[in-house]
Each structure stands twice: as C-alpha cells, then as structure tokens.
C-alpha cells in the first residue's frame, strides 16, 4: 500500500468513525437521528432478541479478537503496520453502523422519568459521551484512530511511544473511556426493554473486555502496570492507597 493511499485511507477510515461515533449518541440517547434504539421495524421477542444478540456479539467478537497484540502480529504480515490501527477503526465503525441499521427495538417502557429527574439524567448521559471523547484527547486521539501512524508512515517514520503516565482522568480510573461509555449506556429518561438489554450486553462485554486488556497490559509492562492496578480503581473513582504515578500508554485503551 503506496504511503499517500495509507494516508487517504486512515482519513476516509476515520471520517465514517466519525460518523459512527456521532451516529450512536443519536442511536442511544433516541435523539435526532433516522434509526435509534427504539425506533424502526419490530419483530417478536425472540426473534428481536437473537438479531440484537447476533449484532452485539459479531461487534464483539471484531474489537476483541483484533485488539489482541498476537492477532495485530499476524494481521500486519498482511496489511502495512501504518494502515493496521486505521484498518481496526473502519470495521469496527462498519459493524457498529451494520448494529444501528439492523437493531430490532423492544419499546416497552422498563422506566419513565420526567421533568426534573429526565433532565438530569439527561446531562449525565451526555456528560458520559464527553467523559469518552475528552478521555480519547487525554492520551492521544489521532493515535487511538489511526491517523498518527499513517501519517508517520508517510513519513518514513516510527511512532514515537508515549511514556507511561496518568493524564487527568486516568489518575482516577483506569479505564475512563469504558466509564464514559457505561455511563452514557444507561442514563436514560426513558429506558425501554430494547435499550436495558443493549445496556445490560455492553457493560457485561466491557467488563469482560477488560479482564483481557488488562492482562495484556500487564504482559507488556509488568510491574509498573500492576502497581497502577493496585492504586487505582478500573472503573469505579474511589481512593485506594493513594494516588497512582503510572498509566498504560495509548494504543492498549480498545
């Protein structure tokens, strides 16, 4: 792949994340968009159920399985190492709009809150998609998706690692972006069945997730990143044994 072909695809790659991106607050939070959580055609409730539990997994499946340091080994004897992080972006992005295209909605209502309540909750789910974002900008944001490592292969150049450190919010969490995310999911005025089941799946795959993010994180940085565990809480900001010194670089937050 010529270097200004690797450039024009991380843009195109990280132009339609971008829309993925602003297409799922939409999709979750009900709001603006054509296809949300819980609009479009219906189908009984088993039936509903497999189609968003096939759509779930399949995302699954792709942001684990290519998150993986061996499968990224493998993968980038096939595709250069410039295009490797661009390439993960673009499908996960694919099978996240595949997800909003084709999700079966359950409408009925689990709860239903209004005026003070709905507004509240309301600021809190878009505080969780700022906490996803500004995480994103905390460590590196063209590097998470991609455009860094076109750019220096257009260059002729390797990424420079970025040291092991805690910006803002990862001195509180370890894992701020998944927060936000969790966050975001379940803040909802209006939470139908088809919403609590997406809600329910994503934080059970996030929490799996990262019991295999961390140990990768651990493979690769030994004692510095269990020292970084020890004081600082996954997910939930509580003080435990001070504040910690260390954070896992950019690149291992998937």
Not at 145 to 150: D, E, H, I
Not at 223 to 234: E, I, L, N, W
């Given at each position: 792949?010529?270097?200004?072909v690797q450039?024009?695809?991380?843009l195109?790659?990280y132009?339609?994340?971008?829309?993925?991106?602003?297409?799922?607050?939409?999709f979750?939070?009900?709001?603006?968009?054509?296809?949300?959580?819980d609009?479009?055609?219906?189908?009984p409730?088993l039936?509903?159920?497999?189609?968003?539990a096939?759509?779930?997994?399949?995302f699954?499946?792709?942001?684990?399985?290519m998150?993986?340091?061996?499968?990224?080994?493998w993968?980038?004897?096939?595709?250069?190492?410039?295009?490797?992080?661009?390439?993960?972006?673009?499908?996960?992005?694919?099978?996240?709009?595949?997800?909003?295209?084709?999700?079966?909605?359950?409408?009925a209502a689990?709860?239903?809150?209004?005026?003070?309540?709905?507004?509240?909750?309301a600021?809190?789910?878009?505080?969780?998609?700022?906490?996803?974002?500004?995480?994103?900008?905390?460590?590196?944001?063209?590097?998470?998706?991609?455009?860094?490592?076109?750019?220096?292969?257009f260059?002729?150049?390797?990424?420079?690692a970025?040291?092991f450190?805690?910006?803002?919010?990862?001195?509180?969490?370890?894992h701020?972006?998944?927060?936000?995310?969790?966050?975001?999911?379940?803040a909802?005025?209006?939470?139908?069945?088809?919403?609590?089941?997406?809600?329910?799946?994503?934080?059970?795959?996030?929490?799996?997730?990262?019991?295999?993010?961390?140990?990768?994180?651990?493979?690769?940085?030994?004692?510095?990143?269990?020292?970084?565990?020890?004081?600082?809480?996954?997910l939930?900001?509580?003080?435990?044994?001070?504040?910690?010194?260390s954070a896992p670089?950019?690149?291992?937050?998937?």
């Amino acid at each position: 792949m010529g270097k200004l072909v690797q450039m024009a695809y991380a843009l195109v790659a990280y132009v339609i994340f971008l829309g993925a991106f602003l297409y799922a607050i939409g999709f979750v939070g009900d709001l603006v968009v054509p296809k949300t959580i819980d609009s479009g055609s219906t189908s009984p409730l088993l039936a509903a159920l497999a189609i968003d539990a096939a759509l779930l997994g399949l995302f699954a499946i792709q942001h684990s399985v290519m998150a993986r340091p061996a499968f990224k080994r493998w993968w980038t004897k096939i595709v250069p190492v410039g295009a490797e992080r661009s390439t993960y972006v673009l499908l996960s992005s694919l099978i996240l709009l595949l997800l909003f295209w084709q999700w079966r909605p359950l409408p009925a209502a689990v709860w239903s809150l209004s005026g003070l309540a709905a507004q509240v909750v309301a600021a809190v789910f878009v505080t969780g998609w700022l906490v996803v974002l500004a995480s994103t900008f905390m460590l590196s944001h063209f590097e998470l998706f991609g455009l860094t490592q076109a750019y220096a292969a257009f260059r002729s150049k390797a990424v420079e690692a970025i040291p092991f450190h805690t910006p803002m919010l990862y001195g509180l969490v370890r894992h701020p972006i998944m927060l936000g995310f969790i966050i975001a999911f379940w803040a909802a005025p209006l939470m139908s069945l088809g919403h609590l089941v997406f809600a329910i799946a994503t934080t059970l795959y996030i929490l799996i997730a990262l019991q295999l993010e961390e140990a990768d994180l651990i493979a690769a940085f030994g004692a510095d990143y269990r020292d970084y565990r020890r004081r600082t809480p996954m997910l939930i900001p509580f003080p435990r044994l001070g504040r910690a010194k260390s954070a896992p670089p950019l690149g291992q937050e998937r």
